[in-house]
């Protein structure tokens, strides 16, 4: 898409890699959450916490192995995405640790499992364990575009992925859990978001002009052919049916919204959009009225503190009162009383915790970290050279920004809550891994795009020009 | 492909533009509200995370605190004497919320009230522990003591006040509660809490009878009557002869109108009518001043209407709709006809003060934790319900009630009291036991400073017995003298 010149050679040559732009942003990505753990000790004991050495270690080195691979095998990669990650998975932890250290959480636990296990060392486990997939997807992943072959292998893959929890026993009413003994418990849905952006890249690369171009005019809208609406019409089946039998409101939005952006993007016709949207329509209402699980979190939406008279549960009515107890300050961390949300309160409902700690400032400035990931994205996106990077880069940018406005939007009673967790937030594994496993394809794409391009190899260009660029 | 690139990067940012929004709404717009929201468990936490400041009567506390263990609520509210000052502190409860005085100025006993908001910042500032501020109260720990006591294991309500500037002295209510053994937040505390429930407990411990149940006065009402008559002019001196028929028929009706024991109620002076309590008389005084004059006098004393002390205390009951027989059952205390104790201590202390009925009050100041004055208590003047001149006329009669009529019992030697006995039919066909009541105040040469109003519900009597001033007035005797040998 860029058209190499001689000039562009010439300028090339010393493109700044930003890396040390990286690393500096980094060192505030640690030390911010670092201070932000001393903070949560200092209010809940009095002290500073006995962790913070190893917390801070732990964190300054996952970040410094994620900047040396991005270095070594992504020199051209984005310089705010890696700190933007980094800084949200350490405040994540710090949230985390903080409802650990919550009496009433406690109190809790040991009432219903009679005894309670922190979830910030395993969180901490499962952020190395990101950290490792994203050096690997850099490592090995030397061309995004090497993704393209495994296009149909992909779909299988995700179907599976996205079926499996079917088979499996319903976890607080959704069906979104596979549990492998000895391993634990496993969200394919946030793994299968990734897989199935690439699926759909591969397909609507080869099927845009199809898609795009063979279609009837009518009533101002290029209608898409018959045949053509077959791979629109299964997707959507797909997601109403992990709507009915999974009762996963979120993962079939996300799913469903994704391919529309997909296919609005490939085929750059709006009609695709608004069958898209009269579809979601149709389907949401449809199942809505059907499956009592749906209409309970519609209802839950529409009147969140009709669960105090109903009993109902009231953890959408409590994390209202959490983000309004924060007001514009914030009540400082550790200070705050989110955990009344009981159950959830440090996967689903973090951002509850965000908000009534760190108040509207801090509320405003965690949405701005999401928004900002999510316009380095698009800017990937943008700056891609192949259509396939370019589709891919959106579908997971697109897919980041969905999941973050489905959980925000939910907790926040902008829209009926659904099941998924804050990427890199929350606590819960597969989240945390597979966005981080996201981040690094968008690095590696954004690698790719922003890399000089090599010099024309014309005849009287010196041979030693082309090796120092490569 | 980068125009639809583009699109979907605006549609990106208005998603996040929509949750920015949502969360200044909610953490901007509708803060407030949802801070102080009913299901808020955080209020009450924040209620009970630091030492609450006390309730003062005579310069101590009354109220208290400890600190919890194993509970989100830090302290909790003790109450010293909690069945004695019951009435008057209300309670605190960690599960059940709180009343009276310690729900009105909660802000201040927190210290989060926006009037300790300087003393607050510089605690922060100097890094102490928030402090509740104290409330302090006009009553008296003789009197309430006296009171409380006197009631004993009767069911009943004492209400005194300080006739010259409405400052409440006392106010009992037996059966009492220990708001101690309910104000934390353990299964021990819920079932104190049912016992005191009125479905578990029909004598409704709970029930502030002083400010919140209102009784038909009976024959203590008659000194309204009487008031309304001397400030119509219908009768001038209280000791010419009335005119009144002995039997007296009900106008309108053939029914009579009946006066207890067989008393001599014929053309008696109003003086003579108070001390034997002639139903005759004062009812045909109401009826010939009708309804609209009695209205307008009984709420001059404060009847149908709230009164906030700043507790609210239930509006007593004169009826504005009644038609002629009515209006003289009405006058002696009948019918539809029902006060608070307050209201008929009210009664009592505006024919003390010479006519000028105070607005009854019983918080004094408001303190901050160093004891700076926050807020200070105006006396203040409710209403004039009859002229100096009257209310002295009035005053002689009820004294005459005292020295050599049914109030004999109230006596104090070396004092003028003046006093009315109140003896309430109540229950279908008058069946159940009717109501003691008893009004007085007692007067020095600097005025009078007690007015009071006893009301014994129980009373094991006899229609013919003078209950009110066998059971009720050596109660008022005690109060007042309480009051007096302070």
């Known amino acids: ?173 959704a069906k979104i859990w596979i549990s492998i003994p000895g391993v634990g418990t496993i969200q394919p849905g946030e793994f299968a978001k990734i897989i199935i952006a690439v699926f759909f890249s591969g397909y609507l690369m080869v099927k845009r002009d199809a898609l795009a171009l063979a279609s009837r005019r009518f009533m101002g809208l290029y209608l898409p052919r018959g045949r053509d609406l077959g791979p629109i019409l299964v997707i959507w089946g797909l997601s109403i049916l992990i709507l009915v039998f999974e009762t996963d409101l979120g993962t079939s939005l996300l799913f469903f919204g994704l391919f529309v952006v997909m296919l609005y993007v490939a085929t750059e016709r709006t009609s695709w959009i608004v069958f898209g949207l009269l579809m979601s329509a149709v389907g949401a209402v449809g199942v809505a009225t059907f499956e009592p699980h749906v209409q309970e979190r519609v209802d839950a939406w529409l009147d969140p503190f009709a669960a105090f008279k109903d009993g109902t549960s009231d953890q959408v009515a409590q994390a209202l009162m959490s983000f309004g107890s924060g007001g514009i300050l914030g009540t400082g961390l550790g200070q705050g009383n989110s955990d009344l949300i009981g159950f959830a309160a440090n996967s689903d409902f973090i951002l509850a915790t965000v908000g009534e700690e760190l108040g509207l400032a801090g509320l405003m400035a965690f949405l701005l970290v999401y928004g900002l990931i999510v316009e380095r994205g698009v800017r990937t996106a943008l700056a891609a050279r192949d259509p396939f990077g370019k589709l891919l880069a959106i579908g997971l940018s697109g897919a980041f920004a969905l999941q973050v406005f489905v959980v925000a939007g939910g907790v926040m009673g902008l829209i009926p809550l659904t099941g998924m967790t804050m990427p890199f937030v929350a606590a819960g594994g597969s989240s945390v891994i597979a966005n981080w496993a996201l981040v690094g394809i968008l690095l590696r794409i954004s690698d790719t795009a922003r890399r000089p391009a090599p010099a024309p190899t014309s005849p009287d260009a010196e041979p030693t020009q082309v090796v120092r660029v490569q | 492909m980068n125009k639809p690139l583009r699109r979907v990067a605006i549609f990106c940012g208005l998603l996040v533009l929509a949750m920015l929004i949502r969360a200044n709404y909610l953490q901007f717009v509708q803060a407030d509200e949802l801070k102080t929201n009913t299901h808020n468990r955080r209020v009450a936490i924040n209620q009970y995370a630091t030492p609450r400041g006390d309730i003062l009567v ?78 302090v109260t006009t009553l008296n720990g003789a009197a309430q003591r006296a009171a409380f006591e006197g009631l004993g294991n009767k069911k009943g309500a004492v ?68 008031a309304a ?137 408001l303190q901050a934790p160093n004891n700076t004055v926050v807020e200070h208590t105006k006396v203040s003047e409710l209403s004039q319900p009859l002229s100096a001149d009257n209310a002295q006329k009035l005053q002689a009669m009820m004294e005459t009630v005292v020295t050599e009529g049914t109030g004999k019992n109230a006596q104090i030697p070396g004092v003028t009291v003046g006093g009315k006995t109140g003896t309430a039919q109540h229950g279908v066909d008058n069946s159940e036991k009717p109501y003691a009541w008893f009004i007085s105040y007692a007067k020095t040469d600097k005025g009078s400073p007690v007015a009071v109003a006893v009301v014994v519900e129980d009373a094991s009597a006899n229609r013919g017995d003078i209950s009110g001033g066998g059971f009720a007035a050596p109660i008022a005797k005690s109060v007042m003298e309480a009051v007096l040998n302070k």
């Open chain 2, 159 to 226: 209400a005194a006040i300080d006739p010259r500037t409405g400052a409440i002295l006392a106010l009992a209510s037996t059966p009492s509660y220990d708001p101690s053994s309910f104000a934390g937040n353990s299964v021990k505390d819920s079932k104190a809490w049912n016992a005191l429930q009125k479905e578990n407990d029909p004598d409704e411990p709970m029930l502030n009878r002083a400010l919140r149940q209102t009784y038909p006065p009976g024959s203590t009402f008659k000194v309204v009557t009487a």
């Open chain 2, 229 to 365: 008559a001397l400030q119509d002019g219908l009768y001038d001196d209280i000791d010419e002869p009335t005119d009144s028929e002995v039997p007296y028929i009900l106008p309108d009706t053939n029914q009579e109108l009946e006066n207890e024991g067989g008393i001599a109620c014929k053309n008696v002076s109003l003086r003579e009518a108070l001390r034997v309590s002639c139903n005759s008389v004062f009812g045909k005084l109401g009826a010939t001043l009708g309804r609209d004059k009695m209205v307008e006098e009984a709420e001059k004393f404060g009847f149908n209407k709230e009164q906030f002390i700043p507790v609210r205390v239930a509006a007593s009951n004169f009826s504005t709709k009644m038609d002629k027989p009515q209006t003289a059952l009405s006058a002696i205390g009948q019918f539809e006809t029902a006060a608070t104790p307050l209201q008929m201590a009210m009664v009592a202390s505006a024919i003390a003060n010479d006519g000028k009925l105070m607005q009854p009050y019983m918080v004094d100041k």
């Open chain 1, 1 to 173: 898409m860029s058209v190499v010149t001689n000039t562009t050679t010439i300028t090339s040559v010393g493109a700044p890699s930003r890396r040390n732009t990286e690393l500096a942003l980094l060192l505030f990505a640690v030390l911010i959450p670092v201070f932000a753990y001393a903070n949560v000790g200092l209010a809940t004991t009095d002290e500073l916490p006995s962790g913070m050495l190893g917390y801070g270690l732990g964190l300054a080195a996952l970040a410094g192995v994620a900047h040396l691979t991005v270095r070594k095998f992504a020199p051209y990669a984005d310089p705010l995405l890696l700190p933007l990650v980094t800084l949200l998975n350490g405040m994540g932890l710090v949230f985390i640790w903080r409802l650990d250290q919550s009496p009433r959480l406690h109190q809790r636990a040991e009432a219903l499992f009679g005894s309670f296990s922190p979830d910030t060392p395993k969180q901490l486990l499962y952020s190395a364990v990101g950290v490792a997939l994203f050096v690997a997807v850099l490592v090995f992943l030397k061309d995004h575009r090497i993704l393209q072959r495994y296009t149909y292998i992909s779909m299988v893959v995700a179907l599976i992925l996205l079926i499996l929890p079917m088979f499996f026993p319903a976890v607080n009413g």
């Open chain 2, 58 to 135: 005579d310069g101590k506390a009354i109220t208290g605190h400890t600190e919890t263990n194993g509970s989100d609520f830090k302290y909790k509210a003790t109450f010293k004497d909690g069945p004695l000052w019951a009435p008057v502190t209300g309670y605190a409860s960690q599960a059940f919320g709180s009343t009276q005085l310690e729900s009105i100025y909660d802000s201040i006993l927190t210290g989060d009230d926006d009037r300790l908001f300087f003393k607050r910042t510089v605690d922060i500032l100097s890094g102490k522990e928030k402090q509740g501020g104290d409330v």
